[in-house]
């Protein structure tokens, strides 16, 4: 039926807060590819869980003992959180050192994403500690950099 729906259309057609398992259904059966779909975002609550980490763009609460939630400040948007969770995923693929981001999810009036809970270190510490591997690391981040593009000053787009 999908099929057929999408031959009367000539533009992409898009479904927006799918259910998780109709989700799933539409990325088994390649339809994901042929349409665009958005996932509803899980809501969490954060109320009580442990503030680890504050920066310029948000705050890392512990849910657990395997996962964090990075809740950005509200004036950022899906499309910015997004194209961050997009920038961890290509660095974690592109063998830099980092954690595992997981999804996109509510928290209140802000969005956050979860990701992997490791115990570590800054860039910037392991840059210092590690100062005899600079050259790998070195050349780990230009590999990521050329894969990226930046439209904007700061802001970085993962390039199609």
């Known amino acids: 039926m999908l099929l057929n729906v999408m031959k009367l259309f000539d533009e992409k057609l898009e479904m927006t807060d799918v259910s998780r398992d109709v989700f799933e259904i539409l990325e088994v ?3 994901s590819e042929l349409l665009s779909v958005k996932k509803a975002l899980t809501e969490i609550d ?3 869980k442990e503030i680890i980490g504050r920066g310029a763009f948000g705050t890392a ?3 657990d003992d395997e996962r964090i939630v990075k809740v950005y400040r ?7 959180i997004e194209r961050e969770q997009r920038f961890a995923k290509a660095a ?5 050192p980092s954690v595992m981001s997981f999804d ?4 209140g009036d802000s969005y956050g994403v979860v990701l992997e809970a490791i115990n570590s270190d800054t860039l910037a510490g392991v840059m210092t500690r590690e100062s005899k591997k600079m050259t790998n690391i070195s050349q780990s981040l230009l590999s990521l950099q050329k894969s990226c593009i930046r439209p ?8 199609r």
Do not use: M, Q
């Open 29 to 31: 059966t390649g339809f």
């Open 46 to 48: 954060i109320t009580g």
């Open 61 to 63: 609460y512990r849910l």
């Open 74 to 80: 509200g004036d950022l948007g899906l499309d910015y």
């Open 92 to 96: 974690f693929v592109s063998g830099i």
């Open 104 to 107: 996109v999810v509510k928290a």
């Open 152 to 159: 904007r000053s700061g802001e970085i787009l993962l390039s």
